[in-house]
């Protein structure tokens, strides 16, 4: 049975940062496309990143962003540790929530959760003010 597990949230000052990872077990890491989503209070889950787990060429790249997010986080894979990393940057408070991790089969990271197949559990993201 196929497992996302987070880790990395926690408190943060604006203008911090925290990388969050996310481990994948019982599957075969490489040839799924990995996404970042997250969601404040009261809000629907939105994309955050994705990254896919096909090279189409070198000059497209196989991550997404949120417009939200572009320029201040990353995201980035670690095929032989079977995880994936989302380094933010700058932080704002607008920035809290819970981060969930999830796992497609396509071959493109796609912006609908719905496309997704597995999530993790989350982890809390917090920016103070």
């Known amino acids: 049975q196929m497992q996302l597990v987070e880790s990395g949230g926690g408190l943060v000052q604006a203008g911090g940062s925290l990388r969050l990872s996310c481990v994948l077990s019982?599957?075969?890491?490489?040839?799924?496309?990995m996404g970042w989503f997250r969601q404040a209070v009261g809000k629907d889950r939105e994309f955050v990143a994705g990254i896919g787990w096909v090279v189409f060429s070198k000059s497209s790249g196989r991550e997404s962003y949120a417009d939200s997010v572009k320029d201040r986080f990353t995201i980035s894979r670690d095929d032989a540790k079977n995880t994936v990393y989302l380094q933010m940057n700058s932080l704002k408070p607008e920035d809290t929530a819970v981060y969930y991790c999830?796992?497609?089969?396509?071959?493109?990271?796609?912006?609908?959760?719905?496309?997704?197949?597995?999530w993790g559990q989350g982890t809390q993201v917090t920016v103070s003010s």
């Open positions: 999830a796992a497609t089969k396509n071959t493109r990271p796609s912006t609908l959760s719905y496309d997704y197949n597995y």
């Open positions: 019982g599957g075969t890491f490489r040839m799924y496309t």
